[in-house]
């Protein structure tokens, strides 16, 4: 089955860029969809297509995808970000939804 | 306002079985996609189930295959997940959520229900 990997954490200070990568076999032939969860909270959509933004989630959020990876980028983080971000695929292969195993973002 | 509620968690013996359900409001239900999305406690998101909008498709996560079935009512807007056999690893928030399709994003989420299976 298909396997996406992601780093157990991310640190980044306030005003600075994180990325968060989502590495899994050929991603760059699927679409790529970020998810943010805060504790207690449902997961959000934040990037979805790879690079496309939902209304309401600030330009701070991107994403790319090319090759093995798919990177969404936080730029000029806040104390606000501080969350589980998730990476998710469809795998045509089996028709199924797969996540990432989700990475945490600390602002620093 | 666009909503999904789910109910019907609660604690369930293993063995047990449970039905869980999710309230759509605010949309066209039946232009959507509907998933179920699990998260163990302190773990990630496992996504468990799909079903197209006429519920002519349905896929399922091999662990719950054979024991969960999905299924959704579009007159009522709703979408249910019935739970058999259900084991101490089936313990999680159970989410649904929607997509417009299959391999969509998946753009709004219930709040959860919480299901726990212990003696």
């Known amino acids: 089955s298909y396997v996406l990997i992601q780093p157990p954490s991310v640190s980044v200070a306030p005003g600075q860029t994180a990325r968060i990568t989502c590495g899994g076999n050929n991603i760059g032939s699927k679409s790529v969809h970020w998810y943010q969860q805060k504790p207690g909270q449902a997961p959000v959509l934040v990037v979805y297509?790879?690079?496309d933004r939902p209304s309401g989630i600030p330009e701070r959020f991107s994403g790319s995808n090319s090759g093995n990876t798919a990177t969404l980028t936080i730029t000029r983080v806040e104390a606000g970000d501080e969350a589980d971000y998730y990476c998710q695929v469809w795998d045509s292969s089996s028709d199924h939804v797969v996540f990432g195993g989700g990475t945490k973002l600390t602002v620093l | 306002e666009v909503q999904l509620v789910e109910s019907g968690g609660g604690l369930v013996q293993p063995g047990g079985s449970l039905r869980l359900s999710c309230a759509a409001s605010g949309f066209t239900f039946s232009s959507y996609w509907m998933s179920w999305v699990r998260q163990a406690p302190g773990k990630g998101l496992e996504w468990v189930a799909n079903?197209?909008?006429?519920?002519?498709?349905?896929y399922y996560v091999a662990s719950v295959k054979g024991r969960f079935t999905i299924s959704r009512d579009n007159a009522k807007n709703s979408l249910y997940l019935q739970m058999n056999s259900l084991r101490a690893e089936d313990t999680a928030v159970y989410y649904c959520a929607r997509s417009v399709y299959y391999y969509s994003g998946m753009d709004v989420w219930g709040q959860g229900t919480t299901v726990t299976v212990s003696s």
């Open positions: 297509d790879d690079s």
């Open positions: 079903i197209k909008q006429d519920g002519s498709e349905k």
